[in-house]
């Protein structure tokens, strides 16, 4: 297999019109060794697309605002399938203003597995106080058997994150004689094992929490079943018999 286009393009200056256009250039006039019309398809390019030349301070400008954005972010975890944008805008809602809450879609697993959310506040003081709060003390949401677990936000978490500045993507076709192709062949055996894995630890995860939710109901079942009990002495009058028969004093609640 032969190479067939190799660039760096700095992405983040380019809408998806001006980088297909831009790619298809690269591509046909490496192929045909145009590199005087390239250099003239270039000039014409950039004279006719003034916003190129000022995009990369508006990614800049993008970039930092979407900084302070994940400083006031909350990554909630282990939240209940049935949980909505209204129940965590209630529960939160007392530690300060919820602005956004997104949900991240689990495309792995079953639909019946804890959830986890991106929940912006008002400020990064909220975001504190929010994980603050929940790492210190047990916080239930929607009969969760276990509280939710809050953490700050982070850059990868967010799916539509701008590209950060300065940041170039080199692509190119590998032949089996590369270096680098043994290389992508390890990286893609070793995705394919981190999936593999990841669906394990799901597996073993589910079990778990199946054997521990039958344990409580069992509990649950035996606690409800001896205060039954209890009231039903009591209120057949067997207790305060008992009592009299005994000399005991009976106390009434």
């Not at 209204?86 to 639909?111: D, E, M």
């Not at 009990?229 to 305060?240: C, E, F, M």
């Amino acid at each position: 297999m032969y190479i067939l286009f190799s660039y760096e393009l700095d992405v983040m200056d380019m809408t998806l019109v001006e980088k297909a256009n831009y790619d298809g250039m690269c591509f046909w006039t490496e192929k045909l060794g145009m590199s005087n019309l390239f250099r003239f398809w270039m000039y014409v390019y950039r004279s006719s697309v003034p916003s190129y030349m000022d995009s990369t301070s508006t990614a800049e400008t993008d970039y930092a605002v979407f900084l302070e954005k994940v400083k006031r972010t909350v990554y909630i975890d282990n939240l209940s399938p049935q949980v909505s944008e209204s129940v965590v805008r209630t529960a939160l809602g007392q530690f300060g203003t919820v602005k956004n809450v997104q949900f991240i879609p689990n495309y792995t697993g079953p639909k019946n597995i804890p959830c986890c959310a991106l929940v912006e506040m008002e400020c990064p003081r909220q975001a504190k106080a929010v994980v603050l709060e929940i790492t210190q003390f047990p916080f239930m949401m929607s009969g969760m058997p276990r509280p939710v677990r809050a953490f700050r936000a982070e850059e990868e978490m967010f799916d539509d994150r701008p590209i950060k500045p300065g940041r170039r993507i080199q692509c190119r076709w590998l032949d089996r004689k590369d270096p680098d192709f043994e290389v992508a062949s390890k990286i893609k055996r070793l995705v394919r094992k981190h999936a593999a894995e990841d669906l394990f630890l799901l597996q073993q995860q589910l079990a778990q929490e199946e054997k521990l939710a039958k344990q409580q109901d069992e509990t649950l079942k035996a606690n409800y079943k001896k205060f039954s009990i209890i009231d039903n002495v009591v209120s057949d009058g067997t207790a305060p018999g008992l009592a009299k028969l005994y000399n005991l004093k009976v106390f009434d609640a």
